[in-house]
């Protein structure tokens, strides 16, 4: 469960997906595939170039057009996906 945990590192992988670290160990990659087709904000994320220009702001992975994905969202994802409850 979630815990109001912080992003503290994101590593690029390949394509659309980042290695995102949690303050409290939980770390794991994420596909942010899906979010290209969510929106205009996400649509220079198509960019590997622009998308590769991620940055962590306010806890959570950002990019310079002001998108981001809540931590939560994250955290869920990670933990589903690796099975760690």
Do not use: C
């Not at 160990?25 to 998308?51: C, M, N, R, S």
């Not at 940055?55 to 589903?80: C, H, Q, R």
């Amino acid at each position: 469960m979630w815990n109001m945990n912080d992003v503290i590192n994101i590593t690029y992988k390949r394509d659309y997906v980042f290695n995102i670290e949690f303050d409290d160990g939980v770390a794991g990659d994420v596909d942010f595939h899906e979010y290209i087709h969510k929106g205009p904000i996400f649509q220079p994320l198509k960019t590997k170039e622009f998308f590769n220009k991620a940055f962590i702001e306010g806890g959570t992975i950002a990019w310079p057009n002001g998108a981001d994905v809540a931590p939560e969202t994250l955290y869920e994802k990670i933990v589903s996906k690796n099975n760690l409850r």
